[in-house]
């Protein structure tokens, strides 16, 4: 059984360009949730998505949004990027709500 | 809001040896869950176990085992017979329960874990 595929795994992006993230959760998920972790603030919380409509939402400015895909498949958007948005981001899906199995996550490097 | 504290940065191991990592919380809910998190230099973040508050009994899986005490607000894990493959940064996690609250984790800052020979 595949698990949580994010694509892709390195980017470099140059500040105010925006940048777009992909997950494909397990088959038969359709919960997807995104994490921002750096060194800084560790692992934050972005957004869940679930059957297709935001269903939680982090501390995060209006740059950062998502969407889910009737297939589940879920894409994060990062608009004007600035430094401080250089991060691993991890995407989790989940079947139920109780347990999240994360992606190898994308490393974000904004330059 | 929940908060979840990991006061141990870093631990050292030697191999076979047992090791226990720390977590406190904060939350006023009774219908919650706790995790603790593997995070290896690959960066992918493995589910080690998972304890649901309405439990009373703690969660064991294989060589690792936790400690939850509900009342004190802790939750600490236990790695026994530690191999080489431990070695990774551990996060405790907090889960609300409730339809709607699916993999809205609350992490704590992690614990670098090194297994040493």
């Known amino acids: 059984k595949a698990g949580v595929t994010q694509t892709p795994r390195y980017l470099i992006k140059t500040r105010g360009q925006q940048v777009t993230l992909s997950c494909s959760p397990i088959s038969g998920h359709r919960s997807v949730s995104w994490y921002q972790q750096t060194p800084g603030q560790g692992l934050q919380f972005l957004f869940e998505?679930?059957?297709?409509?935001?269903?939680n939402k982090g501390n995060f400015p209006g740059r950062f949004s998502g969407r889910q895909f009737s297939n589940s498949r879920s894409e994060m958007n990062v608009s004007t990027l600035e430094l401080g948005d250089s991060a691993l981001y991890l995407c989790?899906?989940?079947?139920?709500?109780?347990?999240?199995?994360f992606g190898q996550g994308t490393r974000l490097t904004v330059v | 809001a929940q908060t979840v504290t990991q006061s141990q940065p870093e631990m050292s191991v030697q191999e076979a040896e047992t090791v226990t990592l720390s977590c406190t919380y904060d939350?006023?809910?009774?219908?919650?869950?706790l995790f603790w998190y593997k995070q290896p230099p690959s960066r992918q973040m493995i589910l080690v176990i998972r304890q649901e508050a309405y439990k009373q009994q703690n969660a064991t899986e294989n060589r690792f085992s936790v400690n939850f005490q509900k009342a004190a607000k802790s939750f600490s894990l236990k790695i026994s017979d530690s191999q080489l493959g431990d070695t990774a940064m551990y996060f405790c996690?907090?889960?609300?329960?409730?339809?709607?609250?699916?993999?809205?984790?609350?992490f704590g800052t992690g614990t670098r874990l090194q297994v040493t020979l």
């Open positions: 996690a907090f889960l609300l329960g409730g339809v709607g609250t699916a993999s809205k984790l609350t």
């Open positions: 939350t006023s809910e009774n219908n919650y869950y």
């Open positions: 989790a899906s989940s079947l139920v709500d109780t347990e999240a199995f």
């Open positions: 998505y679930f059957s297709e409509t935001q269903r």
